[in-house]
T-cell receptor, first 115, second 108 residues
Framework: GAVVSQHPSRVICKSGTSVKIECRSL??????MFWYRQFPKQSLMLMAT?????????EQGVEKDKFLINHASLTLSTLTVTSAHPEDSSFYIC???????????FGQGTRLTVV | RKEVEQDPGPFNVPEGATVAFNCTYS??????FFWYRQDCRKEPKLLMS???SGNEDGRFTAQLNRASQYISLLIRDSKLSDSATYLC?????????FGSGTKLNVKP
């Protein structure tokens, strides 16, 4: 099956700093990548969709200047949480989709704690 | 209205039981449908795609009813290892929307 690797799996940072999360498709070319956030006991909420080489499309209510997404290659997308605050603490998960295939495959997730 | 609605459960069943989960979606133009499984504090993993004709994979059967905008998952002969949260997922124009998940606890 398709493998998506996300790094780091866990990060603790100070309020006001920025954190970068990487998402890599290891054995396929990810034409589209998705970033989600999941709060405890809640479902995954789509934050943004990015296609390789173009700007990300953000969901309503997600600040694009705060959550910077870069999808510079067919195997790598990054999410940078800028000026993190404690309320940004959450589980961030990426997923990747290849071309016309309908399934998406998920990274392992990153648990972000902002102190 | 939420894109995808699921009963959160939990469903507590004994080993060997048959259990069914349901899910409804709001956008009639949705193109594809899936069930994912998520273990505690882990990422979701694809369990199976869902087709109008129905599809079966071992003990798991998924069904889609487009007219009613309804998706189901049936698990037969439940195993302890089936304990997890089952997420109903709908793809609308290349965006994936998740239900809140149905928690299943299979007990010995």
């Amino acid at each position: 099956g398709a493998v998506v690797s996300q790094h780091p799996s866990r990060v603790i940072c100070k309020s006001g700093t920025s954190v970068k999360i990487e998402c890599r498709s290891l054995d396929f070319q990810a034409t589209t990548m998705f970033w989600y956030r999941q709060f405890p006991k809640q479902s995954l909420m789509l934050m943004a969709t990015s296609n390789e080489g173009s700007k990300a499309t953000y969901e309503q209510g997600v600040e694009k200047d705060k959550f910077l997404i870069n999808h510079a290659s067919l195997t790598l997308s990054t999410l940078t949480v800028t000026s993190a605050h404690p309320e940004d603490s959450s589980f961030y998960i990426c997923s990747a989709k290849q071309g016309k295939r309908t399934e998406a495959f998920f990274g392992q997730g990153t648990r972000l704690t902002v102190v | 209205r939420k894109e995808v609605e699921q009963d959160p459960g939990p469903f507590n069943v004994p080993e060997g039981a048959t259990v069914a989960f349901n899910c409804t979606y709001s956008n009639s133009a949705s193109q594809s449908f899936f069930w994912y499984r998520q273990d505690c504090r882990k990422e979701p993993k694809l369990l199976m795609s869902v087709y109008s004709s129905g599809n079966e994979d071992g003990r798991f059967t998924a069904q889609l009813n487009r007219a009613s905008q309804y998706i189901s998952l049936l698990i037969r002969d439940s195993k302890l290892s089936d304990s997890a949260t089952y997420l109903c997922v709908v793809n609308n124009f290349n965006k994936f929307y998740f239900g809140s998940g149905t928690k299943l606890n299979v007990k010995p």
